[in-house]
């Protein structure tokens, strides 16, 4: 399977809690993509790396949120101190490099469930 | 981000032609497409367009841009039971973040 890897698929914590999660992208992709999907709405932009720079993070990214790409391959996405309102379905994608408005390619997502 | 706006649902009996529109807001958007998303999954990219076209055709699929009234729609040939899915229309200034809709949920019944 060549495509967007995202482990785990589902992660249920309790509040106050921190995780991470780890998003593997096509092989070949050097834009990696970070989204989060609440129930009912379309996914929501976080934020994106061209190879292991983060060039772009969203105001939805707060400080208890943070993201690295250390060598241009696999990226994590680290939440501290987990919070009720951070569960939803945490989406990553990747696309090749070239001019702006390369496809996106998603994986399956992780699942995260507060208690 | 923008609004982007979609239709909630659309019903449509097998093998007729489905119409899914979406609105947008800003007249930037350069950068626009179509993903499908199945229960539990992730989004699967279906087609996507960029402003310089008004029109791109993929095998059962069709999408229309007008740019003057900032709309967009995939239409889907032939519907089956298995295109039964959540349709997100989503758009992008840059080409890097893109902002979505909410999605159209579209019921194939036989």
């Known amino acids: 399977d060549t495509g967007v890897s995202q482990d785990p698929r589902h992660k249920i914590t309790k509040r106050g809690q921190n995780v991470t999660f780890r998003c593997d992208p096509i092989s070949e992709h050097n834009r990696l993509y970070w989204y989060r999907q609440t129930l009912g709405q379309g996914p929501e932009f976080l934020t994106y790396f061209q190879n292991e720079a983060q060039l772009e993070k969203s105001r939805l990214l707060s400080d208890r949120f943070s993201a690295e790409r250390p060598k241009g391959s696999f990226s994590t996405l680290e939440i501290q101190r987990t919070e009720q309102g951070d569960s939803a379905m945490y989406l990553c994608a990747s696309s090749s490099l070239g001019g702006p408005g390369q496809p996106q390619h998603f994986g399956d997502g992780t699942r995260l469930s507060i208690l | 981000g923008e609004d982007v706006e979609q239709s909630l649902f659309l019903s449509v009996r097998e093998g007729d032609s489905s119409v899914i529109n979406c609105t947008y807001t800003?007249?930037?958007?350069?950068?626009l497409y179509w993903y499908k998303q199945e229960p539990g999954a992730g989004l699967q990219l279906l087609t996507y367009i960029f402003s310089n076209m008004d029109m791109k055709q993929d095998q059962r699929l069709t999408v229309l841009l007008n740019k003057k009234d900032k709309h967009l729609s995939l239409r889907i040939a032939d519907t089956q039971t298995g295109d039964s899915a959540i349709y997100f229309c989503a758009e992008s200034i840059t080409g890097y973040a893109l902002n979505f809709g909410k999605g159209t949920s579209l019921l194939v019944t036989p």
């Open positions: 800003d007249s930037s958007s350069t950068y």
